[in-house]
């Protein structure tokens, strides 16, 4: 199994919900990220973890909330989002620290309306 | 400041016309270079892992080379279906010690039959 599994793959969310994404990988990853995605744009990168621990927050407002429950598991908590956020969420897991080989999933579409 | 440079930011190739794309880099200290292709609306997919100038890497059509400025994804005798968006991204440092993958824009390759 050398699969990230995003959920949901499509989201519609108006700017007063609260709503979750979540990622699931069993490739025994201890690394694990966050990236945005706007159109025609590369990743950028929003948190990681390791070792179920958030070691990079890349200043992200705090409207974005990530979690991870154990470490298997990523989730990104949203709540009063903004049009602006809409974007392409991806999830990323890697073997160790450094992004070796890290596996993608295939990304949470989410608009903001 | 890191920067990653790719070119050029579109390619479009007659089916078995090889061309090189070209990915450079200004930062201290490379820990790593990454090649990654990714089709619209989908997450990137991990192409090859690059260290140490003179270091290549092969994959079928595809073939990765690294100098200490700069890394080329040569694709030889292409098919439609190599047509995607070719990303390169570098292991760098950041101001407070710890890692992030910084991303080019990406190469969008198209390949007509």
């Known amino acids: 199994d050398t699969e990230v599994t995003q959920t949901p793959k499509h989201l519609v969310m108006g700017m007063t919900n609260k709503k979750s994404l979540k990622c699931e990988q069993h490739?025994?990853?201890?690394?694990m990220y966050w990236y945005k995605q706007k159109a025609k744009k590369p990743p950028e990168l929003m948190f990681v973890y390791s070792y179920e621990k958030l070691s990079i927050n890349e200043s992200v407002p705090s409207r974005f909330s990530p979690e991870c429950p154990n470490s298997s598991l990523l989730n990104l908590h949203l709540h009063a989002l903004q049009p602006e956020d809409s974007a392409l969420y991806l999830c990323a897991s890697s073997q160790g620290w450094g992004w070796e080989k890290a596996f993608f999933g295939q990304g949470t579409r989410l608009t903001v309306v | 400041e890191d920067q990653v440079t790719q070119s050029p930011e579109a390619l479009r190739l007659q089916e078995g016309e090889s061309s090189s794309l070209n990915c450079s880099y200004t930062v201290s200290g490379l820990r790593g270079l990454f090649w990654y292709r990714q089709d619209p609306g989908k997450g990137p997919e991990f192409l090859f892992t690059?260290?140490?100038a003179g270091e290549e890497k092969e994959k079928e059509r595809l073939k990765a080379t690294l100098t200490k400025k700069e890394s080329f994804l040569h694709i030889t005798a292409p098919k439609p279906e190599d047509s995607a968006t070719y990303l390169c991204?570098?292991?760098?440092?950041?101001?407070?010690?710890?890692?992030?993958?910084?991303f080019g824009k990406g190469t969008k390759l198209t390949v007509n039959p």
């Open positions: 991204a570098v292991r760098a440092l950041t101001q407070g010690g710890s890692e992030k993958l910084v």
């Open positions: 690059l260290y140490s």
């Open positions: 490739m025994g990853h201890r690394a």
